[in-house]
């Protein structure tokens, strides 16, 4: 800062543009580190001085640490250079972009705090591909359409990407989108812009209102190429910040304030593609594997240029109508601790309170078959729904979604959203059911059920010639009886999130 405005209080509330350059997040992928490095020292000692006229600058050269000191030769097999590199997760074999909605990592908690102290206008988070090949060696995205900052998106194509790829090719690179190819293997059926879930660094900026770039410099460039590339991408990048600083001010202010009646927790691809790409591809070919007998793709070196569609997905599948406020009972400590860490708004009740809500039931379900960044992960499920009027304990909180954060609240408490609380697992104890009635006490039971009530009686008859695997299961028929008791645990598989409307 020229202004040697260091705090957060300072940064976030001067009249320049905030810039945080987020490198080593994937420590393998270390470009941004020296890019970083080498821009700070030209400022500092060389003739970059004039950028911080521009903007304010925070810089973060490795935020895996764990992983950049597990150096070595061999952490990076698809990658050309440097000599060493760092291991993508950390040191618990987390995967830090993954990991931004349900903030398990040290990592990304402080990156939450940081975003939340400093309030950010710009977030650039660097890595390094793998797969492909091709002739772009810098390439970058953001959400351009089918996520939550539609202004931002509007700014990011209109004003801040002319500039960077005009630095770019001025200084001999090729930017190029974000590269994955439709059928895997190249490009020929056309690249993919993916709608990604905000649990990435990118995608949670959107989320959050921020403008957000995903920097992937191509791993088959040279190393000492990639890290100048983005040294450019960064210099113009404090640039073209200072210079649309108040367009951007305007977006983000529309953005936090759009109306919240209907989100979209799902895209799906649109059903035809949008356009064609001219795309700066390298010839390939499919060759047969001599070892495994299965055909792999060769990539021969010789710059082609296709034309080949770009396919997006970026319409809604399913849109949820938005609440005015969602409550988590007190109980559910580590859920509430995770929305506090987000920076969400909500209130903390002192006293207990009555209130009538909406609850999802989950009426079938099935979870994943293996951990997924060490989370027994909800994999496939039905909901019902349930109004009941229930008691809140001193410290439940209620989270209002009219809030700049609404979008986020959303997707983290719509059980439909695949980063919500629920499909990540933080409620995999309401599958379990606790207690259970012994057949020597059901009989009786259900024989006074039954002679004192011929609506249930009916209903238990027609359930048995309707459905024959009800019928010859006792276990079924005894737990439809139970259910129809008091005995019966209430909170079984309901998900403890209330809407209130
Ligand atoms: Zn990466």
């Known amino acids: 800062s020229l202004d040697q405005d260091f705090s957060p209080s300072e940064l976030s509330t001067s009249k320049k543009p905030l810039i945080l350059i987020q490198a080593g997040i994937h420590a393998g992928e270390i470009d941004g580190k020296d890019a970083g490095m080498m821009l700070l020292r030209d400022i500092a000692l060389g003739d970059k001085k004039e950028l911080l006229t521009k903007a304010n600058i925070l810089f973060i050269p490795i935020l895996n640490v764990d992983g950049h000191e597990r150096r070595s030769e061999f952490g990076r097999v698809n990658q050309r250079g440097p000599k060493e590199m760092g291991w993508r997760t950390n040191a618990v074999n987390l995967n830090l972009n993954r990991d931004f909605t349900k903030l398990e990592s040290a990592g990304i908690k402080t990156i939450a705090k940081i975003i939340i102290a400093y309030d950010p206008d710009l977030y650039i988070d660097v890595h390094v591909t793998d797969g492909a090949d091709y002739q772009y060696d810098i390439t970058y995205g953001y959400v351009a359409s089918g996520g939550y900052s539609p202004e931002i998106s509007k700014w990011l194509s209109t004003a801040f990407q002319p500039e960077v790829d005009q630095a770019l090719k001025d200084m001999g690179h090729i930017p190029g989108p974000l590269l994955f190819a439709a059928n895997g293997n190249d490009f020929s059926a056309g690249n993919i812009a993916f709608s990604f879930s905000p649990r990435f660094s990118h995608t949670y900026g959107d989320i959050r209102h921020m403008a957000s770039i995903l920097i992937e410099n191509h791993s088959l460039k040279p190393f000492k190429q990639r890290v100048l590339g983005t040294y450019v991408f960064l210099e113009q990048a404090i640039k073209s910040l200072g210079n649309h600083f108040e367009a951007l001010q305007a977006a983000v202010k529309a953005d936090s304030n759009q109306p919240k009646k209907d989100i979209p927790v799902k895209f799906k691809f649109r059903d035809t593609p949008a356009d064609s790409m001219q795309f700066l591809g390298v010839a390939s070919s499919i060759v047969k594997s001599e070892i495994t007998g299965a055909e792999y793709v060769k990539w021969e070196g010789k710059p082609i240029t296709q034309s080949v569609p770009s396919i997006l997905m970026d319409v809604p599948e399913l849109s949820v109508a938005v609440p005015q406020a969602y409550w988590i009972p007190a109980e559910w400590t580590a859920v509430i601790s995770k929305v506090q860490q987000h ?151 309901v998900i403890p999130v209330g809407r209130e409307w």
């Open 343 to 493: 920076g969400i708004k909500f209130d903390t009740l002192t006293e207990a309170q009555e209130i009538s809500l909406d609850l999802s039931t989950v009426t079938s379900y099935s979870m994943g078959n293996q951990p997924y960044e060490g989370m027994m992960r909800v994999q496939k499920f039905e909901l019902g729904s349930e109004r009941r009027t229930q008691t809140m304990n001193p410290g439940s909180i209620r989270i209002p979604t009219d809030q700049a954060l609404g979008e986020l609240v959303v997707i983290l408490m719509e059980p439909e959203s695949v980063d919500s609380f629920f499909q990540w697992g933080y409620f995999n104890t309401i599958f379990t059911q606790t207690e259970y009635m012994e057949t020597y006490i059901m009989e009786p039971l259900i024989a006074k059920m039954l002679a004192e009530d011929s609506d249930l009686k009916a209903r238990f008859e027609s359930k048995k010639t309707n459905d024959a695997n009800f019928a010859k299961s006792p276990r079924a028929i005894y737990q439809w009886f139970y259910a129809q008791t008091p005995y019966y645990d209430q909170n079984w598989k």
